[in-house]
């Protein structure tokens, strides 16, 4: 690696979803001649997630240094660093575009700029990095380069001059852009003879040698043996190894300034290690951190609990396991009248908790549910006391309450102007209020509205897909708490309340979601041997009521020699059904139940 | 490839898997009349063969059941030929079914050799529109001919009669239901009847018109109800309710269905035929994977997929049928076959389902007509209690 830090160029890739970033990744990664045929089974190098490939998105922040040999006869060393791709991370994003100098800014030839797009541009602007454009996709036949290049000179403001054709699929224009990066970003600057700031942008939990974090040097030089210490969690370390991210880790001796790399210390556990925290040395430190840290909080609260209350063991151990690499998890024992012992977790978002989901479904194979998310309110209590609550069941007797507050968020949504109607519609029905609207050209709106976080959690994003055929894209920043008016509702199976279907509503909505809970229980709950009575209610009021009716007939016709192992092999499947039913009381409630309960309401389909 | 491996099966079923056309709701293997034509006696053939070898190796079988298919669609002479190569003097009953259309006295030298003890034939329904949009071949007058024929050769042979009836179809009425039920007693007073609640199969035409909202089939409540009343129906008019689907009168029940039902081994040869055999402490299946032209062209024994049971399978195929008749399950033999004490691995089960489900007694569990209703669910609860695996030592 080069000790010459003009010879470094450090660089983010920021895209909406499925522009193309990890494709053009994987594409650097191939040019540079790390990597040489491409797996058929893993087609994006970077997302080594299952889910991250399935969904096309990057939830983990990656980083890989690429050599690269340009026209003027130099070396280059190429720092990538690789984003997460989605809302629920933002932070993260923020953390790995400060350690950069240069943005790449991926737009999709036949999609244009997208409202996720943007908020990562301002945030590249924000930090002073330099933006080369990439229109992506040129090789599609509905690609309209021309348009683009419009939107990169009208909305963006950027020099649609320096703009870099590529298409990721087919290798056109990679040359060109590596070009790009050499000559348009500055190399780092910073100094190895200042103190130690090394910014950690991200971090992974290696089983065999602990947690790696992932840092960027800006002054001073991270060496092999030297005492350091976190200056936010205020921990000292001693560092035992550091190096280049390749396809694996490459040791070296020392991380420079301008360097992007790895360090390992005697960290223990990644929620040790804080995204955006500052490594300096313990001799000779660093007057203050790197700015820009802040301590991610989640926002969406729901417990997990086995299916099969005898799991509950491996659930541990899952979890733990899933903390080693997700610092951002947080969680804590819990237990359910209903589910018996479970936990508590926090997460980023809806989607963070989609992934745990699956992650503890796949990668451990168990049956889980969740509980109702929730977010944090702040309750206000007549005696003058505040609370936080964020769990349904601990919402105080109302007689008791005196308001209540739910966290607000600024939407940001950008749409073809044909869907500005709809989109209104929908705002408004989840309790929005217009703060702004602004034509970015004659074809696009920018709509501006503030909302209770609740109402964009849960069932949003896929209405505003919806509604918009696809073309809508949204982000969003929390900007505080408001009051509102809060109830809890019950769902009672048989009389019985199930207390991991509570939920916090607002007052004005419960009628309608205790219907629309009630409709999805039914659709859910198979035929039992009993009839079974679903219930919303409001403290003692029921606001909405289905049956499901004892199950009536349920018997093959036929069944001969020729039917039986078919017979047996349905059996089978139905026994993996029946174990993925978890019983309340004498009720049988399947999983898909709970996560029904979760998800965004008929109407949008 | 398909070997006894010691064992000696007593039932043999052969398959035929010819039909002139597919009705809307047989999910069963067959093919139509073009697909067949110039296979048909080198299918035969093969048969035949494997029938003398298998014959020789087990000294023969005391129940036969030639189904389909349609096995009216073979020739009387090359149905003898089938039935001469099986027999034995072991023999007691020997069941051929026969499609209303393609039925004729051409086969009654079948029943004059007493090749063929018993008729089964599928009468399906005695509505000409309700047969139509089933797409039945024969049609109402088919169906009275060839009820008037099988009463015939009961009375020149002494055959024994079975028909097929249909119920729960779309467009047919409880009324038409129980119509059908009376017809078909009064006019053949056969000793066996078979009444199946139509199933829609997945694949099969009726599915596809029904998932398109063309055809309308009976929700489950309709079917229970319609059930309840033609199963007393049958009761009145002297049938006792054997098994799900099943009714004979007095000395009328199909033992070689009643193999099946106990779990007994079973041969089964032919295009998609399935065996039970059992030795030593192995069970298994085959299932014949051929269609009928690979079927014809193959090598004798060629085509028969073998899979092991495990004692956990064999123990979930055994509630699976046994409860489907009204013998139930004997504890003692329960015990004596899988080594396990029948009521400390199911009383708790049995405790939570509803006591109008069943009769249970120390030596007898035993599903009543309510049960049967729900039978699928109750197997499963039970299945559920089998230990996995299931330790036999």
Request: proline share 4%; with cysteine; aromatic share 8%.
């Amino acid at each position: 690696m080069p000790a010459d830090s003009t010879l470094t160029r450090n660089f983010c890739i920021i895209a909406h979803i499925d522009h193309g970033k990890s494709t053009l990744a994987d594409r650097f990664i191939e040019k540079a001649k790390l990597y040489v045929s491409r797996g058929p089974a893993q087609d994006q190098i970077l997302d080594t997630m299952d889910i991250e490939r399935e969904r096309g998105i990057t939830i983990k922040s990656q980083a890989v240094t690429i050599p690269y040999t340009a026209k003027d006869g130099k070396t280059y060393e190429l720092n990538l660093v690789d984003t997460p791709g989605h809302v629920d991370f933002s932070y993260e994003v923020s953390r790995a575009i400060s350690s950069c100098e240069g943005a790449l800014l991926v737009i999709d030839a036949s999609q244009g700029v997208e409202a996720q797009t943007l908020a990562n541009l301002y945030m590249a602007m924000e930090h002073n990095l330099t933006i080369i454009p990439v229109i992506n996709k040129i090789d599609l036949p509905s690609a309209d380069i021309d348009a683009c290049l419009h939107q990169i000179d009208h909305d963006l403001g950027l020099e649609p001059e320096e703009t870099v054709l590529v298409s990721a699929k087919t290798g056109a224009g990679v040359d060109e852009l590596f070009e790009a990066i050499v000559k348009q970003i500055n190399p780092p600057e910073g100094k190895d003879s200042l103190p130690l700031q090394a910014l950690i942008f991200d971090s992974h939990y290696d089983a065999y040698r602990g947690v790696i974090v992932h840092c960027r040097v800006f002054n001073g030089i991270l060496e092999v043996g030297s005492e350091v210490r976190f200056m936010h969690t205020d921990t000292p370390y001693k560092v035992e190894e550091v190096g280049f991210f390749q396809l694996g880790l490459v040791k070296t001796d020392a991380l420079h300034a301008g360097d992007v790399g790895y360090v390992i210390t005697g960290v223990k556990t990644i929620s040790d290690v804080r995204v955006g925290d500052t490594i300096t040395t313990v001799k000779n430190a660093a007057k203050n951190p790197l700015p820009g840290f802040k301590d991610v909080k989640p926002v969406v609260f729901s417990s997990i609990y086995p299916v099969d209350t005898n799991d509950y063991e491996e659930l541990v151990s899952a979890i733990e396991r899933l903390k080693l690499n997700d610092a951002s998890l947080i969680y804590e024992k819990d237990s359910s009248a209903a589910l018996g012992f479970g936990f508590r977790c926090g997460f980023l978002g809806m989607l963070h908790l989609e992934v745990v989901q699956e992650r503890i479904e796949r990668e451990f194979g168990l049956s889980i549910v969740f509980t109702s998310p929730s977010v944090k309110y702040i309750v206000h209590m007549k005696n003058g006391d505040v609370i936080n609550i964020d769990n349904p069941l601990e919402y105080p007797d109302p007689m008791r309450v005196e308001y209540a507050e739910e966290p607000f968020i600024q939407a940001n949504i950008i749409t073809p102007s044909q869907f500005v109607g709809s989109l209104i519609t929908l705002c408004m029905e989840k309790r929005g209020v217009q703060v702004g609207m602004n034509y970015l050209d004659e074809k696009r709106v920018e709509l501006l509205y503030e909302m209770p976080l609740s109402e964009v959690l849960f069932e949003f994003y896929d209405r505003m897909k919806s509604v918009s055929r696809g073309y809508a894209s949204f982000d969003y920043q929390l900007i505080g708490y408001k009051r509102t008016d809060l109830v809890r509702m019950d769902i009672l199976v048989n009389g019985e309340p199930v207390d991991a279907l509570s939920q916090l509503v607002f007052r004005g909505s419960s009628q309608l979601r205790g219907k629309q809970v009630c409709e999805r229980l039914k659709g859910e709950i198979p035929r039992q041997q009993y009839k079974i009575a679903i219930q919303a209610a409001i403290g003692g009021t029921i606001v909405s009521r289905e049956t499901i009716n004892a199950f009536r007939k349920d018997v093959t016709a036929k069944c001969y020699g020729g039917d039986i192992s078919r017979k047996r092999k349905l059996l089978e499947k139905q026994k993996e059904g029946k174990k993925r039913m978890k019983m309340v009381g004498n009720v049988e409630i399947p999983q898909s139940a709970f996560l029904a309960v979760l998800k965004s309401d008929d109407s949008s389909k | 490839m398909l070997t006894l491996g010691g064992c000696k099966p007593k039932s043999l079923y052969l398959h035929i898997p010819f039909c002139t056309t597919r009705c809307s709701y047989c999910s069963f293997y067959s093919e139509p009349e073009t697909n067949w034509k110039g296979f048909r006696e080198a299918y035969v053939s093969r048969l035949e063969q494997e029938i003398a070898v298998v014959v020789q190796e087990t000294g023969g079988f005391e129940t036969i059941f030639i189904g389909g298919g349609n096995p009216g669609s073979l020739t009387c002479e090359q149905l003898s030929r089938l039935l001469l190569a099986a027999r034995s003097t072991q023999c007691r009953e020997v069941t051929i079914e026969m499609n209303p259309d393609t039925f004729s006295e051409a086969f009654f030298p079948l029943f004059e050799q007493k090749l063929v003890t018993r008729l089964s034939m599928g009468i399906q329904s005695m509505d000409e529109e309700v047969l139509r949009q089933l797409g039945r071949n024969a049609t109402l007058e088919d169906n009275l001919q060839a009820i008037a024929l099988a009463k015939k050769a009961r009375e020149q042979y002494g055959i024994d009669l079975s028909f097929d009836v249909m119920a729960a179809l779309p467009g047919q009425t409880m009324q038409m239901a129980l119509q059908d039920i009376e017809t078909v007693v009064s006019l053949s007073e056969a000793g066996h009847i078979s009444l199946y609640c139509l199933t829609v199969e997945e694949g099969t035409e009726l599915a596809r018109n029904v998932s398109k909202r063309e055809v309308q089939v009976w929700d489950d409540d309709g079917q229970r109800e319609l059930l309840q009343s033609l199963w007393a129906r049958l009761g009145q008019l002297g049938y006792e309710h054997y098994e799900v689907s099943n009714f004979a009168r007095e000395g009328n029940v199909c033992n070689h269905n009643l193999v099946y039902w106990d779990l007994n081994t079973y041969l089964g040869l032919g295009s998609s035929a399935a065996s039970f055999l059992h030795s030593g402490n192995e069970s298994w299946h085959y299932s014949q994977n051929q269609d009928l032209k690979d079927f014809a062209e193959g090598a004798l024994f060629t085509g028969y997929d073998k899979e092991i049971l495990s004692s956990e399978q064999l123990m979930e195929e055994y509630l699976m049928m046994a409860l489907r008749t009204n013998r139930g399950i004997e504890k003692k033999h329960f015990s004596d076959r899988f080594l396990l004490d029948f009521d400390s691995l199911f009383s708790n089960t049995i405790a939570h389902l509803d006591p109008l489900w069943y009769n249970n007694t120390s030596h007898l569990f035993v599903l009543t007509e309510v049960g049967w209703m729900v039978l699928d669910e109750i197997v499963l609860r039970l299945c559920l209690q089998i230990p996995q695996p299931l330790d036999r030592h």
